[in-house]
Each structure stands twice: as C-alpha cells, then as structure tokens.
C-alpha cells in the first residue's frame, strides 16, 4: 500500500530530499505523499522536472509541473536538455541525461527520490533476460545507490502500477498522460501494453512475484560475491596474471574475470563475448596482437576491451 511508511523507512527524512518529477502517475503519486509528509514532519523537499524536448507538448508538460508544485508549496528546479543519441537510443540517451543533472544537482547528504515500482522491476528484469544478462543482472534496479555527492533511493519498488493508480484516483490526483507510452514499437512499452497484461491476467501479482524473486537474487549474489572476493581478491582488478589463474576451472576464471570488469566500471560483456575471452586468453597462446572488445547495446555503461601484455591480461576501457 502506497502510504508514509515506505519514506520513514527507506529515507532520511533529517536531509534534503528532491523527487524527480515527471509529471506523469507514478512521480506525480511521491510527489503529494512528500508534500502531505512535509507538513506533518516538517521535511526539506523540492522537486526537479527534466524536460528532455521530445515532444511536442513538453512545453505543457513543464508547464503542468510548475502549477501542481506551486499549488503543493513545494520548490521546483527545471532543466532543459537537448537529447542525442550516441547510438544506443532515444531511451537511454535520456536517462543518461537526467541521472547526469542528478548528479550535479545532489550536495552531501542529498538525497533524489524516483517513483521506480515493481511493474518497472519487472520490466528491467525481463530487458535483461531478452537481452542474455547474468546473474547480477536478474537483481533488477538497485532500491538504493550512490550517485555525485548523494544518494538515489527508490521508495516505491515493492508498489505495483495499480497501487499508484488506486491512490491517485481515490485521492482525485490527476496527471500527466504521455501518448508515446502507447507506442509499442518501443521494447519496453510493447512489454507493458501487450506482454505484461497477459501475464497478469494468468497469474496474479506477477510483478510482485518478479519482484520477489529479484529479492532473492540480490541476497544470494551478495553472498557469493563475499565469498568469492575473500578467496580471489589477490586475483581481482585491472591486470590479471595468466599464469596464476591458468591452472582454475574455467567457471572460476570466468567470474574473476566479472569481478575485474566490475571493478572497472565497465559493462559486463555477455556469455558470448566471455567465451570468446576465455578462448582468446586461456585456451590459446595470447599475443601482442589479441584483442577482445564488447559494448551494450544501450550504451548505458562504459564499452571494454581485453589485450595481452607481458604475461598479464589487461582490462580496460575502449
């Protein structure tokens, strides 16, 4: 249920708390959950509207933004970006942007709460799965995370879609309706609109269910890494002596390769570019020449590259 205890919980209600505010249901639901929690608890809260200029009606959409935070007597930033995609979409390019100005925006302590639920959870998950994740990948998006000098929380992934809708309605809030959500030659919105409902309707709650199973995954991945690093660490980071892993299974050399990659905040590449790896590295003689290179398709995270140099793979960004 959509109520003040999932913020008294999961936030800081001593420090400075923005909502990135959209307009649409979701954002437009935290908003007035802050602004009736401001009063009671006397909360430091604003309000940051991203208007990325894609639309036709982005001008109305700000405008809308500006009259709902005025009416609540909550501060509102605005920040208007031009969006070009470096080939990994309109979507993604985006989200770079917000989370960019987000970044900037936040001073120590800060913290910017997003409207993320568990229908997205769901989404995000099954993205991955389409697109050949990994295990960290069935984690789903983090509830909490550092970002610049504060922090991004997500209150709200354990709220399904209709929750937000219900509390909206029954407290007569209207909102933003954006039409492109229709448009299911997008991914995500052909999953949302035609995938999503199906399941649904066979089994109940199945966004909460994913939800829950992202839970687990989370808990189990965090203890195998615990594991993993006290018993490789010597072996995790940048540059990888061949000789001290040749002799370990190839699953093992595969996860310490992971770890290192991590490290480097680089994008994880898939099963297929590991064994191309593995049998670039391990399996022949490497050179000065050997070389492997990958990128997501989204280019949300950094593109790597692997190369061969006195005994040691490098790991690096391309």
């Known amino acids: 249920m959509l109520n003040h205890d999932l913020i008294i919980k ?9 909502i990135a505010y959209s307009g649409g249901s979701d954002s437009t639901a935290l908003l007035h959950l802050l602004a009736k929690m ?3 608890h006397q909360l430091e809260v604003k309000a940051i509207h991203v208007n990325h200029n894609l639309s036709k009606e982005s001008k109305e959409w700000e405008d809308h933004c500006k009259k709902i935070c005025s009416i609540l007597n909550i501060d509102l930033t605005i920040e208007s970006v031009q969006i070009i995609s470096d080939g ?10 917000r989370y960019k100005i987000f970044e900037n925006l936040l001073e120590s302590g800060d913290q910017i709460l ?12 099954f993205m991955r799965l389409l697109r050949g994740t ?6 789903g998006p983090k509830f909490s995370r550092e970002i610049g000098k504060g922090r991004l929380i997500r209150p709200l992934l354990k709220i399904t879609k209709k929750e937000i809708l219900n509390y909206l309605a029954e407290n ?3 909102y933003i309706e954006d039409d492109s959500n229709m448009h299911n030659e997008f991914d995500r919105n052909f999953l949302r609109n035609k ?11 199945f966004s909460k269910r994913i939800n829950n199973t992202s839970s687990i995954f989370r808990e189990r991945n965090t203890i195998y890494s615990n594991l993993f690093y006290e018993k490789y660490s010597d072996l995790i980071g940048n540059k990888i002596e061949l000789k001290k892993i040749n002799e370990l299974s190839e699953s093992i050399i595969s996860d310490i390769l992971r770890f290192s990659i991590k490290e480097c905040n680089i994008s994880i590449p898939n099963s297929k570019i590991m064994e191309e790896i593995i049998k670039t590295f391990i399996s022949s003689s490497p050179g000065p020449k050997s070389i492997v290179t990958w990128s997501r398709s989204d280019k949300e995270l950094v593109a790597g590259k692997i190369t061969y140099e006195k005994g040691h793979i490098i790991i690096s960004k391309r």
């Open 10 to 18: 999961n936030v800081d209600l001593e420090n400075k708390i923005y």
């Open 38 to 40: 401001s009063i009671d």
């Open 88 to 97: 990994g979409g309109i979507e993604s390019a985006s989200r770079k942007a």
């Open 114 to 125: 997003l409207a993320h639920h568990s229908d997205d959870v769901a989404e995000t998950i």
């Open 134 to 139: 990994g295990v960290d990948g069935l984690e």
């Open 172 to 174: 007569n809030i209207q």
């Open 195 to 205: 995938i999503f409902p199906m399941l649904e309707d066979r089994w109940k709650g």
